[in-house]
């Protein structure tokens, strides 16, 4: 009896402690949440053998973690931050993966009357002039930026009279937004997801200024020898594929497609 | 005259600055019984846990083998063969029987000798019937039987009894005192301390009072 | 209110139907939580009898160290153990961000202070004649501890109950230094931290169900111990 219970002490400690060697893989949370990763990356690990260890956070700790070495690949959407990540030798082999949008959404009464137009800078402006309650993800993540660079262009510093930083992540800050009955910007993933349990409508979308491109780097070995590099270029190799890419254009949300592949100029 | 298991030379004891022990001397021989008697702080448990090695006395000798050795080398070889009964019977949470056999464990003997050791033991005493109850449940002059066997089992040279009577009604009292005199008979060297010293008339072979921490017949 | 009811209809049902996702959860949670208590437990309790029997001059300040700690917020333990666990950091040769070892170890950190503060209360309220008993009665200094930890068994009991309530419900630590990754590093508390976030109240409803659940259940048993306790003395 006491040589099983020993036996079985052993086993719970030490089972695990053996593993491959897995692919890290940092991505956002609105990536994540749409589910598109859950369907891939069995696929992937099916056929290599690999185990991919995905973590969803916000795009800047993404890229944060992928700058510190403690991840091996990342897959973010938001360009500007991307180059100078490349640029500054933390990542390597940065490719294009697939696109979706981004979709204002706000009261199903559009106080700010911004329907219709499908101009995002002209619908920011509309919403800071009515001084209308606006959500904001405040979180350094890719919807954020895109935010933030959308009321640069627009010319417009938000005002806290209006402005609510949530510092959340998509779903919470929609679910915020509804219980404010505010104007917010979201990815059309999280939306579809989400719609069904909110009161707020989409008000515009379309608009070229709210295309959002996601990309795949893989983190640069040279400052980390330990980095599963090989792991990382395999996975990027796989989704930019035509198999991969196929598969990222068949996925469905909620019926919708949600990301058009990016990687392959003609994909049949 | 037969030779003495242990002596003790000099034994100095002070507690915060207070003298309570001051050279006290003692031989301790086989059969025979010491009965210590004084008043109630004049350090009689003290000089007991001393002589079982659970206190540290400020200088103490103890004779081995002919040659005196500091008490400090000593004891550890001898500690084996003395055990120390609280005043109130300190037994451990569990049953009569994983009480008495709790010192076997640190015998050389077998699985089957210990069986047999414990059954003995609790015949000596008349515990059999009571081997499974919980230690907790049994009157004073019980679990002061069940302290004894639990020392008896592991047959030591010497037993330091603190007070063993007190607090009994006199039919437990001359339970004890029988079970007291079959240990000297073994030939075991028994030290008793008490503040009634009537009840050890038969049993005790001298008399010593501790006052003023010296030793007087 | 209809929400709250569909959602925690929602929520039994997963957990019911033994959602294969919910379960892996609970069982990390369950996996790294025991490993951290077991782990801490022996070396806790006998820092524990080493502070009660040591009457060394350090030992005051030690305890009232432990003690101190007894609260201090996870994500502070969490944050401290990431910075020395990132690659740049001073163990970031060791590669344990981001894995159940790295929660494990943040966890031991966690319930330690609890243990030994705990364990101390418990042993110092062992009586003083149960060392002198066993070891007159011949035991060796290991056992003799040994005994002294069955006499006080219902006050280390609850010493390590608590420290595993303790550690069970954190997320600070889990967040930080285990990345929430699905079906690695993902237990029960991280898990409502993501489904929340996400506005996927069902999921997190039925992961704080059965975190409630377990919580009442030990609060049963600890006051099931102590009453036994008092049996006892």
């Known amino acids: ?268 | 005259m037969t030779e003495p298991l242990f002596v003790f030379h000099g034994i100095e004891k002070s507690y915060a600055e207070v003298e309570i022990l001051r050279k006290v001397d003692l031989s301790l021989y086989p059969a025979k019984c010491i009965l210590l008697t004084g008043k109630n702080g004049s350090g009689k448990t003290t000089l007991l846990k001393i002589l079982a090695g659970l206190e540290k006395p400020e200088k103490a000798e103890i004779e081995l083998s002919g040659k005196s050795r500091c008490w400090k080398k000593a004891m550890p070889t001898i500690r084996k063969e003395i055990i120390y009964l609280h005043q109130q019977a300190f037994l451990f949470s569990g049953t009569v029987e994983s009480n008495v056999s709790y010192g076997l464990r640190f015998t050389t003997l077998t699985r089957k000798q210990r069986r047999e050791s414990l059954k003995k033991a609790l015949e000596w005493s008349g515990l059999t019937e009571l081997a499974k109850q919980q230690a907790n449940t049994l009157s004073g002059g019980v679990q002061q039987r069940v302290a004894f066997t639990r020392a008896w089992i592991l047959k030591p040279k010497v037993l330091l009894l603190d007070e063993p009577v007190s607090n009994m009604d006199q039919e437990s009292r001359e339970q004890a005192c029988l079970l007291m005199q079959q240990m000297k008979s073994a030939g075991m060297s028994i030290v008793i301390t008490s503040h009634v010293p009537q009840y050890f008339g038969g049993l005790a072979d001298v008399q010593f009072d501790l006052a003023n921490g010296r030793l007087l017949q | ?233």
């Open chain 1, 1 to 268: 009896m006491k040589k099983t219970l020993l036996v079985a002490l052993l086993y719970f400690f030490c089972a695990g402690l053996v593993q491959a060697e897995p692919i890290r893989l940092a991505t956002t949370t609105s990536t994540d949440n749409s589910g598109l990763l859950k369907v891939l990356i069995p696929y992937f690990e099916k056929q290599t053998g690999h185990v991919v260890h995905v973590l969803s956070v916000g795009t800047g700790h993404a890229l944060r973690m992928g700058q510190d070495g403690n991840v091996d690949v990342v897959l973010v959407h938001a360009p500007t931050a991307e180059m100078r990540f490349v640029d500054a030798g933390y990542g390597l082999n940065r490719r294009s993966l697939m696109y979706n949008d981004f979709v204002i959404v706000g009261p199903a009464d559009d106080p700010a009357n911004i329907h219709g137009e499908n101009n995002a800078v002209r619908s920011l402006q509309k919403i800071a002039r009515g001084k209308i309650l606006f959500v904001s993800r405040g979180d350094d993540s890719g919807t954020h930026k895109k935010e933030l660079y959308l009321w640069k262009k627009a010319k417009w510093i938000p005002e806290l009279s209006w402005y609510r930083e949530v510092g959340q992540g998509m779903g919470r800050a929609l679910q915020m937004a509804n219980e404010l009955n505010a104007y917010t910007i979201t990815d059309r993933g999280t939306w579809l997801v989400m719609r069904s349990q909110l009161s707020l409508k989409l008000l515009a979308e379309g608009d070229a200024e709210l295309y959002n491109p996601y990309s795949i780097i893989a983190v640069n070995p040279a400052r980390y020898p330990s980095i599963n590099y090989l792991g990382a270029m395999s996975l990027i190799a796989w989704l930019t594929s035509v198999e991969g890419q196929n598969r990222i254009r068949n996925f469905r949300l909620e019926g919708q497609a949600l990301f058009i592949p990016t990687a392959i100029k003609k994909l049949k």
């Open chain 3, 1 to 233: 209110m209809n929400g709250l009811l569909l959602t925690t209809q929602q929520a039994l049902q997963l957990l019911l139907y033994g959602d294969a996702e919910l379960w892996t959860i609970v069982l990390l949670s369950f996996s790294v939580s025991l490993k951290a208590i077991l782990l801490t437990t022996p070396f806790a309790l006998l820092l524990a009898f080493g502070l009660n029997h040591g009457n060394f001059p350090g030992s005051r300040i030690i305890l009232a160290f432990f003690n101190s700690l007894l609260s201090v917020p996870t994500v502070v333990v969490g944050l401290f153990l990431y910075v020395l666990l990132t690659r740049q950091g001073p163990f970031g040769d060791l590669k344990l961000l981001f894995t159940q070892s790295a929660m494990v170890i943040g966890q031991m950190i966690l319930c330690f202070p609890v243990l030994v503060a705990l364990g101390y209360a418990a042993i110092q309220a062992a009586d003083r004649r149960v060392w002198e008993t066993a070891r007159t009665l011949g035991a060796p200094t290991w056992f003799t501890i040994l005994t002294i930890f069955y006499e006080v068994r219902f006050g280390l009991l609850a010493a390590v109950l608590t420290g595993f309530g303790r550690v069970i419900s954190e997320v600070g630590i889990s967040m930080m230094v285990g990345g929430n990754i699905m079906g690695y590093t993902r237990n029960i508390t991280t898990a409502i931290a993501l489904e929340t976030s996400k506005g996927e109240f069902a999921q997190g409803i039925a992961l704080g169900l059965v975190l409630l659940s377990l919580a009442f259940i030990l609060t049963a048993f600890l006051s099931y111990i102590q009453s036994k306790q008092g049996v006892t003395k």
